[in-house]
C-alpha cells in the first residue's frame, strides 16, 4: 500500500520560512519523479515544482527564486523548502507521484501577518 505522508505545514508571517516533508511508504521511492501541488481556496489545484529521480528539478514561475525541492532517497522523503513566503503562497500542499499518480493528504500553509 502506497502512502504519502505530509508535515511540516503551519501558520508564518509574510517573509518567513517553512520547510515541508512528504515520507513515502510502499514505492521504490529512488526510481520515482516527485512532486509538490497546492490549492489554494476557491482555485484549481497547481504544480509547484517536480523533482526527477536523478535530481533535476523544475518550478512554477510563481515560486521560482524562493522554493526549492530536494530529497533524501535513503529516508524515502521528498522536501519543499519555501522562502520569502507570501499571502499567496497560501494553500494545502500536496505530496504527488506524478506516475502512476499517488496523492499525499496535504499539509495547509497560510501566510499572514
Known amino acids: 500500500q502506497v502512502q504519502l505522508v505530509e508535515s511540516g505545514g503551519g501558520l508564518v508571517q509574510p517573509g518567513g520560512s517553512l520547510r515541508l516533508s512528504c515520507a513515502a511508504s510502499g514505492i521504490i521511492f529512488s526510481i520515482y519523479t516527485m512532486a509538490w501541488y497546492r490549492q489554494a481556496p476557491g482555485k484549481q489545484r497547481e504544480l509547484v515544482g517536480s523533482?526527477?529521480?536523478?535530481?533535476?528539478?523544475n518550478y512554477a514561475d510563481s515560486v521560482k527564486g524562493r522554493f526549492a525541492i530536494s530529497r533524501d532517497n535513503a529516508k524515502n522523503t521528498e522536501y519543499l523548502q519555501m522562502n520569502s513566503l507570501k499571502p499567496e503562497d497560501t494553500a494545502v500542499y500536496f505530496c504527488?507521484?506524478?506516475?502512476?499518480?499517488?496523492w499525499g493528504q496535504g499539509t495547509q500553509v497560510t501566510v499572514s501577518s
Open positions: 504527488n507521484v506524478p506516475v502512476p499518480s499517488y
Open positions: 523533482i526527477t529521480s536523478g535530481g533535476s528539478t
